[in-house]
């Protein structure tokens, strides 16, 4: 079977070489593209064919390195051959999707795994499409058990997702314009590094939401490593007491991991930090190549909650099985793991581009395979500026948060040396150039 996957495979890698737009072509694509969505294109970038690496193939045939990832969905960068034979065998067996009516041992395959890495709180993982679905059936299993408390806990600068309920659980004026909303959401600020009673302040507006609200409070939702609002991050000793708070309360802790799953070194980042024992929810998906949300026995919805035709793709759960797979048998996780190393490796990139570029370079952020940093001072289209200079250079870097505003990468678990001094070129290329451009010191 192996084998007729992987002839196939060579078949469309020979099929895809030939198959290149003229430079012309392409930009009509992109533009008939933006015509048929009726929104612009973040880059002009069609993918188009077999990718190796982090290195993405875009339809007219040339490549760049993603660093981004379509927003973390390439855990193992584009066209890794094992997840690709994988995913034709998967997909060789029955149509495309799989219901939660009929589930196949592909099905079986991805809950397992994800419960394997979980801890033993968490019980039971029910499968989805989307990190906001996930997010979705989360927040319903935590209304129904918690009813008729119906408010939710939230850090400032937050992402939940695109659905009109997770548009106001994030923190962006922009993403819920002309919304009508419920006003059932109360903000607790984040971890500020500079603020020496960060942890006082935060626990102190919990306790303020508590104490205003009494068992009015349903959940606070945890993003350990805020994705959207710039890959900032916080202790352990940060999280504990607002856990513990929302323990003493009754209040469901929920981790929202589909930014943050198999990328800190650990498949979760709630492991990652030593906070098993707090966790009630979590939700998972990007990397996963599917979502999820995993619960205790305590939030098991009752009949009727939860249901949804789709679970995955069958392609797609076979692949994000043999992820967590290939993170496990090839050394991926824990602290000595590749993930970890990779972190070091990309830290190591960023102090000698910082030596050469200092004032160019501001302040890193990130864990493991997420990283960021401010340039130059973080100004969005100065940042903008930078983005676009190394697309046109070959490499896909992504903006996150606001003032500042900085550059994310979501590398693949497997980044090599190559591929990385690659792309660090690039960026300081990019660095300069804009700096000249704008006649900025760097
Ligand atoms: C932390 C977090 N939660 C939820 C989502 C929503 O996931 P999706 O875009 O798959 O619906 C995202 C997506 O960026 C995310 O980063």
Redesign the pocket.
Known sequence: MKEAAAALLDAVARESESRALEPEAYAKEVARLERVRGRPLFFPLLMGGVGRGARVRLADGTTKIDFIGG?GVYGFGHSDRDLLETAVVAAAADTAFQGHLAPGPEYQRVSKALLRHAGKRLRHAWLSV????A?ENALKMILQKRAPADRMLVFENG????TTTLAELTDRPAFREGLPLRGNVLHVPFYDPSDLQSTERSLAALDAHLARYPGQVAGMLF?LVQ??GGFKTAPREFFVPLMERCREHGVAVWV?E??TFARTGELYAFRTLGLEGYVDLVTV??VLQG?AVLFSRAYNPRAGLIAGTYAGATSAMAVGARIIERLEEDNYLGPEGRIAILERRVERRFESLERRLPRAVGPRSGIGAMQAFVPFGGQADVVKDVIDVAFEEGLIVFPAGRSPCKIRMLLPVNTTDEELEAAFTILEKALARVAEDRGLPC
């Open positions: 927003i989307s990190g906001a679905m997010n992402f939940a997702g695109r993003e994705g959207e929202d589909v930014q998906g990007k979502s």
